[in-house]
């Protein structure tokens, strides 16, 4: 049960894209569509922000898109503002009743 | 308001023991699959345990295995993790979560573990 692979940290300037990404293997994100996204402000629990690899739940602005290629799954947030600053969380399943998150990744809007 | 409210975290020797308890408000608990999820200071988040709503599916990280005991309540709409055995490694911020079949949608503000001598 690994950790999926994510940068430490991005950063992009207000009106900006950036994109995180989440590599995990042929057993996790490769094999099931179950990748989600979470942001989390200091402090705080997490928020659901993409699920099924690229789908929104209701109120997320669209903004925020997910895809996935292969083993690797990605975020984007295009139209960078400054509240998107904040820690983003892949979670993937691995089969056989077992998830995964991803290590993080620290978003600095410049 | 949907809710969620952990308890029960706190100081804790290697070797010894502690519950943690999520009270849930605001939706129906006795149909949610509801989580536990950790998060060790400046570290990122890992997934610990799973039940579903009626106790028949329980699954665990490799990490807890045989260490934490997960259980539910749907009388008292609450979560439990019986953590034993507790090592400096499970130092964490301690989240209960609910699962919406896609996505874990619902969570709550956290209880800090911390084991050490």
């Known amino acids: 049960q690994s950790a999926l692979t994510q940068p430490r940290s991005v950063s992009g300037s207000p009106g900006q894209s950036v994109t995180i990404s989440c590599t995990g293997t042929?057993?996790?994100?490769?094999?099931?569509?179950?990748v989600s996204w979470y942001q989390q402000y200091p402090g705080k629990g997490p928020k659901v922000m993409i699920y099924d690899v690229s789908k929104r739940p209701s109120g997320v602005p669209d903004r925020f898109s997910g895809s996935k290629s292969g083993n690797t799954a990605s975020l984007t947030i295009s139209g960078l503002q400054a509240e998107d600053e904040a820690d983003y969380h892949c979670f993937a399943y691995a089969g056989s009743h077992i998830w995964v998150f991803g290590g993080g990744t620290k978003l600095t809007v410049l | 308001e949907v809710q969620l409210v952990e308890s029960g975290g706190g100081l804790v020797k290697p070797g010894g023991s502690l519950r943690l308890s999520c009270a849930a408000s605001g939706f129906i608990f006795s149909s949610s699959t509801m989580d536990w999820v950790r998060q060790a200071p400046g570290k990122g988040l890992e997934w610990v345990s799973s039940i579903n709503r009626d106790s028949a599916y329980i699954y665990y990280a490799d990490s807890v295995k045989g260490r934490f005991t997960i259980s539910r309540d749907n009388a008292q709409n609450s979560l439990y993790l019986q953590m034993d055995s507790l090592r400096p490694g499970d130092t964490a911020v301690y989240y209960c979560a609910r699962w919406d079949g896609a996505a874990l949608d619902i969570w709550g503000h956290g209880t800090m573990v911390i084991v050490s001598s």
């Open positions: 042929s057993s996790d994100v490769g094999a099931y569509n179950y």
